[in-house]
């Protein structure tokens, strides 16, 4: 019993050591604390050999291997994905806690209020059902800007609603129908056949252009707009330019339009192949495509 107690006492030193050991030398606080440093050291090995420190050790590398940007809830999804360990949310929170690490918070949008284009406006078909039950039957479209220095670039994206793929991209230093028509060019080109696919947008002049209400039907597809000043109706596709900008682009300095234009290239692949969405069953936009049509 002595022995027991004389051993739990010892263990406390040990913990002790380690808690102020950042600022004093191990040689020293053995030495105050009446311990041997071997004993010291072996005790620190048996620590960090338990489950909550393996633990702990592989949430810090997968942390890290995504450039500390990704919250707890996130870092379950690559932890899943990378290792095959689904490990509970709470406990990817407690030690991120621990560990002193956070997600990087994202900024809000400032959203935009799209006045109504002297031009041509559809009707709102897709009036917020953002869920599709199978790929090319409902899309979703806008451009969304990034300022280098005094200059801006574009990016054109098209959405599809059943799996959150970026189909097709197009980036430019003009946000008009030209950058939309080479956008919609690519993804026809990619998805073949795209008849009744429902494609929205807001009311930004691209859209109201008569080169964009003609190029659609021609396709078989059903143009859809969301209502003046209604920012939500387009949120799925803002959700996207959110987590582009968050992930792939603040955490950098960027100091040129060719880097800004790689990163986005370079976020858009890791997004569509790499990067798991719970809504999806845990898998990557691609993923789910390729589940869905095997």
């Known amino acids: 019993m002595l022995s027991h107690l004389e051993g739990g006492k010892t263990q406390a030193k040990y913990a002790l050591i380690r808690q102020v050991n950042e600022n004093q030398t191990i040689r020293w606080l053995c030495q105050i604390f009446g311990v041997s440093r071997s004993g ?3 005790w620190l090995k048996r620590q960090e050999a338990t489950p909550e420190a ?12 995504y450039n500390g940007i990704y919250g707890y809830r996130q870092l379950q999804l690559f932890l899943w994905q990378d290792c095959g360990i689904w490990m509970n949310h709470k406990k990817v929170l407690r030690l991120m806690q621990k560990l002193r690490i956070q997600a990087r918070v994202r900024k809000k949008r400032r959203y935009r209020y799209t006045a109504d284009a002297a ?12 869920k599709a039950d199978k790929p090319n039957e409902k899309w979703v479209t806008d451009i969304t800007q990034y300022r280098v220095g005094e200059r801006w670039l574009y990016l054109s994206a098209v959405k599809d609603l059943f799996n959150n793929e970026i189909v ?11 950058l939309v028509k080479q956008t919609f060019k690519k993804a026809f080109r990619k998805r073949k056949d795209v008849t009744g696919v429902v494609i929205h947008s807001d009311r930004g002049a691209p859209y109201t252009s008569h080169l964009y209400h003609d190029m659609l039907p021609k396709v078989g597809a059903q143009i859809s707009m ?6 939500y109706d387009n949120a799925s596709i803002e959700s996207f330019f959110s987590h582009l900008k968050t992930e792939g682009l603040y955490p950098y300095s960027i ?17 569509n192949t790499k990067r798991p969405q719970r809504k999806l069953n ?4 691609v993923e789910y495509r390729r589940q869905f049509i095997s």
């Open 40 to 42: 010291y050291y072996a």
């Open 54 to 65: 393996a633990d702990a050790k592989l949430v810090h590398a997968i942390y890290w291997k």
């Open 119 to 130: 031009g041509l406006v559809a009707e709102n078909v897709l009036n917020q059902h953002f």
């Open 168 to 178: 097709a991209y197009q980036i430019g230093e003009h946000p008009d129908k030209e």
């Open 226 to 231: 969301s209502r003046g000043g209604n920012c």
């Open 255 to 271: 100091r040129s339009l060719d880097e800004a234009q790689r990163r986005i290239e370079q976020y858009i692949r890791f997004y």
């Open 282 to 285: 845990k898998l990557t936009p």
